[in-house]
């Protein structure tokens, strides 16, 4: 395995390690490269901002699980079990999946030669992201490395962090939240470099899920935070006003601050953009988020007037819309924009950091951002007069006894789906396995950090982490609770061996 290179006061990631993927034991080094305050777009941006009328922000979330589905039950991609099996559902469509995974490190350089002025944003699951390099797509991984670190192309594409296994952060056992994050950091890293890990400054939460119970978003932030991110999107409907109120119309289209306050009182807070509309991969696909940009106009922001942004995301791969339709109107909208921003006025393809560094730039200080809280902590704060652990939970349960529509799940892009309900066949061990891995290692790391390198903690880890994508809940009962309980049988040999 190739090894990238970085540099010369940091080491050499290996992609793979002892046969899986390299997901931890170097933190420190992590946290030194995303940890800082430059401004990454702005210095080679070739926009002027008094030309933005307004902008639009488009990103594709790609993500294929791990499964136990070998040949002898190793652990591959659900990809290549569609490669595999091509008969069953739609697997035919493995090799047209295959090129959707690819081919944004065909259209940018292909527009950018062209003189066109393309902006996408990326957000690639570790799963997948092993699983491509375990079938062999190094054309896949090549093409997207062009894009993540030519300095003729990356500029026009941002990539977003990511849980690594694509797990919905409400359910996630709080102190798996930020091994995700950083086991992500470490195999991003380990494909693209040191220096494209760090110009990744957004975070792109799976199903766009956030979690509204007061400690738990709180500990989310504050992870994102140590780990390096300016900012997370987030669905407009998962958010409200500090008074309980939904978003006003024109706030969506400009930052805001989303705030958390744990059961203790402590507050932290983190940049959002908001991203608008449905789920639905149309909106993306027939580049909605540009015909909407063009309704828009500049608005005021603290003392500024500023373009405001429409931000979308949806799958990069899934339905005949985004396979088949996605290549043929994304690409002339370029063309039609080509000089706005570079000679003419008009509507502009903006990515998420590349927007914040331009609003710093034109004079607006984060605190000029609206704020937004997590849907329902209006209601859990108003009966709370002294925050506490218990006078949190108490004023929950009062709640959910007198609502049922109050919960504590947490919201995402679809809401007609509880990632919990019916499925404590899964959430038991998931979390039976969180509690015994941080049992048996939390301790030893505590102790010597460079635990963390050990082979035994790498695959415990790995089984932690796998065990937690939504795949296997989203899927329903059958074939993929099956594979999660075998995940978690194997996970618990590890940490009890």
Request: charged fraction near 20%; include cysteine; charge should be negative.
């Amino acid at each position: 395995m190739t090894a990238t290179a970085s540099p010369s006061n940091l080491p050499t990631l290996e992609e793979i390690r002892s046969g899986w993927p390299n997901i931890c034991g170097w933190e420190a080094e992590i946290a030194s490269v995303v940890n800082h305050g430059d401004r990454i777009f702005q210095p080679v941006n070739n926009l002027n901002p008094d030309q933005i009328t307004a902008g639009f922000a488009c990103a594709l979330h790609l993500h294929q699980p791990t499964v136990p589905a070998g040949a002898n039950g190793e652990l591959i991609s659900n990809l290549q079990y569609m490669f595999e099996h091509p008969n069953e559902g739609d697997n035919h469509n493995a090799e047209p999946f295959a090129w959707c995974y690819k081919r944004m490190g065909e259209f940018i350089p292909e527009l950018v030669d062209n003189g066109d002025n393309p902006r996408i944003m990326l957000d690639y699951s570790g799963n997948l992201l092993w699983g491509l390099r375990q079938m062999g797509r190094n054309d896949v991984l090549d093409a997207l490395k062009r894009i993540a670190c030519d300095p003729k192309y990356w500029p026009h594409v941002e990539w977003l962090g990511t849980m690594w296994s694509h797990a919905v952060i409400p359910s996630t056992p709080i102190p798996d939240i930020k091994l995700h994050i950083r086991a992500w950091q470490h195999h991003f890293a380990s494909i693209f470099g040191f220096d494209a890990l760090g110009r990744v400054k957004g975070f792109s939460p799976p199903e766009m899920h956030l979690p509204n119970h007061p400690d738990s978003l709180f500990e989310y932030i504050k992870a994102l935070r140590e780990c390096g991110y300016r900012w997370l999107m987030v669905q407009e409907h998962s958010v409200e006003r500090l008074d309980g109120s939904p978003l006003h119309h024109d706030d969506k289209y400009i930052p805001n601050r989303l705030v958390a306050r744990n059961s203790h009182g402590e507050e932290i807070g983190i940049t959002a953009l908001i991203k608008t509309q449905g789920s639905d991969t149309k909106l993306v696909a027939q580049m909605q988020p540009y015909h909407e940009a063009k309704s828009r106009g500049r608005q005021q922001l603290g003392n500024c007037e500023v373009p405001g942004c429409v931000t979308q995301i949806a799958d990069g791969e899934n339905g005949g819309v985004m396979m088949n339709e996605y290549p043929r109107d994304f690409k002339p909208v370029w063309s039609d924009i080509k000089d706005n921003g570079r000679g003419s006025t008009g509507v502009v393809g903006l990515n998420g950091t590349e927007y914040l560094e331009l609003l710093e730039v034109a004079g607006v200080r984060p605190e000029d951002y609206p704020t937004c809280q997590a849907v329902h902590q209006h209601r859990v704060w108003e009966k709370v007069d002294r925050a506490t652990p218990e006078a949190v939970e108490n004023a929950i349960a009062q709640l959910r006894e007198t609502d049922p529509q109050f919960n504590m799940d947490g919201a995402s892009w679809t809401n007609n789906l509880s990632w919990v309900k019916g499925y404590e066949n899964v959430l038991e061990p998931m979390n039976q396995l969180s509690a015994d891995f941080h049992r048996k290692y939390d301790p030893l790391v505590a102790e010597d950090p460079t635990v963390t390198r050990r082979q035994d903690y790498q695959e415990a880890l790995l089984y932690n982490l796998l065990l937690q994508t939504s795949c296997f809940r989203y899927w329903g009962q059958g074939m993929w609770t099956d594979y999660a309980r075998e995940i978690y049988r194997r996970g618990e040999a590890i940490v009890k061996g």
